[in-house]
């Protein structure tokens, strides 16, 4: 299809019909993506500030067949906020509806607009004595559209779920500038098909999200953390079934942590505390919300001991103040940014069924040595399934003479991940990145349905065109 530029002259189209507030300078952070890999034309930046705004942008795009992509904190790791080559793009950034519209303590309910930072939803939520749970690395950058455009997970999917189980009704403007009105608090609505669910993970390839109506949690009143090194990632699984035994759905977060996310820390950022040195091969960072009366302290004690007996763990630290967690947490949470200094040749954000990731673990390795002498950091969310699986350099060299083989590398590895019934997208989304991926592993009459889903849309083919279904 081909489409417009977001110049000048569309841009002159809109400045009687919109606030001058709305216009935004054209910054590189818009047209690029965090790591470099995937850029666009510099283009034409609007940031509506309610919805009858996005309505009108979205109605002269259509008119115009100017290719539009949702904006929101820019921190998605696919590229999907990154329109890539071709017409300059008009970039619809929510970053001026940041607004909280209404809290509702007693149902459990926070009504917020799409530009709304993460962090920001947060401490709105802890104002009302409440807890909003979907917690991200990026959280201090992220804004709710994004999250919810990507089905975004984060480190407590175990117990609270990814952004699809914490969303009550989404207000949405689609690409003819209808409005879709569904801002409902209601939990329980069997009115038909659920076009909410639709929208959340669709990418921005559907409609413009403007506003979410977000499940809220009581805050647990005795919260614990320890970090425990285990033997390995079977080890890893049993700690977790004991966990979940001994403390139901009091566990809030399971992380697997390898060493070598240990070691990058020490090479690129010593400053971070580490709990061990040297670094064991395996851990696990374990988040507990308890009732009240319940110790987190002596419930954590009482499970190393039970899975030292076992044979399951060999060392630990549990968190004796707020500060220690913090600081457990920390680490855990600058993983990511010490993977970044170090270069990676290849990130894979899949998951797998529980039972399979010691296997994945073992062939990925095998496999990994095979392609040649690459550093391995594999950590994430072992209470979900969903792992981080990163290829990285030897120390001392450059990812760049490796570049040119990452796309063998991604299809081995996901390869790997399809044949033990995982998929190779997690919770990042699918974006530009992984586009043939899609193709290559995704069922013919999902893909087939996905596609008809599109053109019911957006039948136009303006909304983030070539994210998540090729072209």
């Given at each position: 299809m081909t489409y417009a530029p977001a110049d000048t002259a569309f841009a002159d189209s809109l400045r009687d019909r919109l606030s001058p507030k709305a216009f935004r300078a054209a910054e590189p952070r818009y047209f690029e993506e965090p790591r470099g890999r995937w850029s666009s034309p510099a283009g034409l930046v609007l940031a509506p500030g309610d919805v009858e705004e996005v309505r009108t942008i979205l109605m002269a795009a259509n008119a115009a067949k100017v290719r539009v992509l949702p904006y929101g904190g820019g921190t998605g790791l696919v590229g999907g906020q990154v329109a890539g080559p071709g017409a300059a793009p008009l970039i619809l950034s929510m970053e001026r509806m940041n607004r909280i519209r209404a809290t509702y303590p007693e149902e459990n309910v926070i009504v917020a607009e799409a530009?709304?930072?993460?962090?920001?939803?947060?401490?709105?939520?802890?104002?009302?004595?409440?807890?909003?749970?979907?917690?991200?690395?990026?959280?201090?950058?992220?804004?709710?559209?994004?999250?919810l455009g990507t089905n975004a997970g984060g480190v407590n999917v175990l117990r609270y779920g990814n952004m699809r189980d914490l969303c009550l009704g989404l207000e949405a403007v689609l690409p003819d500038g209808r409005v879709l009105n569904g801002l409902t608090r209601l939990r329980k609505d069997n009115t038909g098909y659920d076009l909410r669910n639709l929208l959340i993970g669709s990418e921005g390839t559907l409609a413009v999200t403007t506003a979410a109506a977000l499940k809220l949690a009581p805050i647990p009143a005795e919260q614990g953390t320890a970090m425990l090194v285990v033997e390995s990632p079977e080890a890893a699984l049993s700690l977790l079934s004991m966990a979940r035994g001994r403390l139901g759905d009091g566990v809030s977060a399971f992380e697997l942590i390898d060493g070598t996310g240990f070691e990058f820390l020490a090479e690129t950022m010593p400053q971070v505390k580490r709990p061990f040195s040297p670094a064991p091969k395996w851990m696990v960072l374990?988040?507990?919300?308890?009732?009240?009366?319940?110790?987190?302290?002596?419930?954590?004690?009482?499970?190393?001991?039970?899975?030292?007996?076992?044979?399951?763990?060999?060392?630990?630290?549990?968190?004796?103040?707020?500060?220690?967690?913090?600081?457990?947490?920390?680490?855990?949470?600058?993983?990511?940014?010490?993977?970044?200094?170090?270069?990676?040749?290849?990130?894979?954000?899949?998951?797998?069924?529980?039972?399979?990731?010691?296997?994945?673990?073992?062939?990925g390795e095998q496999l990994v040595a095979g392609l040649g002498p690459f550093r391995i950091n594999c950590f994430g969310h072992l209470g979900d399934g969903n792992l981080h699986y990163n290829l990285f350099p030897p120390k001392g060299e450059s990812k760049d003479a490796y570049l040119p083989r990452s796309e063998e590398i991604y299809a081995a590895v996901h390869d790997l991940v399809v044949s033990l019934g995982g998929s190779f997208s997690a919770e990042h989304g699918v974006g530009r990145l992984k586009v043939a991926e899609l193709e290559r592993y995704g069922d013919p009459v999902r893909l087939e349905l996905m596609r008809g889903i599109k053109r019911l849309f957006d039948p136009q083919g303006i909304m983030n065109p070539g994210a998540v279904l090729a072209g």
């Open positions: 530009g709304v930072i993460l962090q920001d939803l947060q401490e709105a939520a802890l104002a009302a004595d409440r807890l909003f749970p979907m917690s991200l690395a990026a959280k201090g950058t992220a804004r709710i559209g994004g999250t374990i988040d507990v919300g308890l009732a009240s009366g319940t110790d987190p302290e002596e419930a954590l004690t009482a499970l190393f001991e039970e899975a030292a007996e076992a044979g399951l763990v060999s060392d630990g630290v549990i968190a004796q103040s707020e500060g220690q967690r913090a600081e457990l947490w920390d680490t855990r949470e600058t993983i990511p940014l010490a993977n970044r200094e170090i270069g990676g040749v290849c990130s894979h954000d899949v998951s797998l069924p529980l039972s399979a990731i010691p296997e994945f673990i073992r062939r």
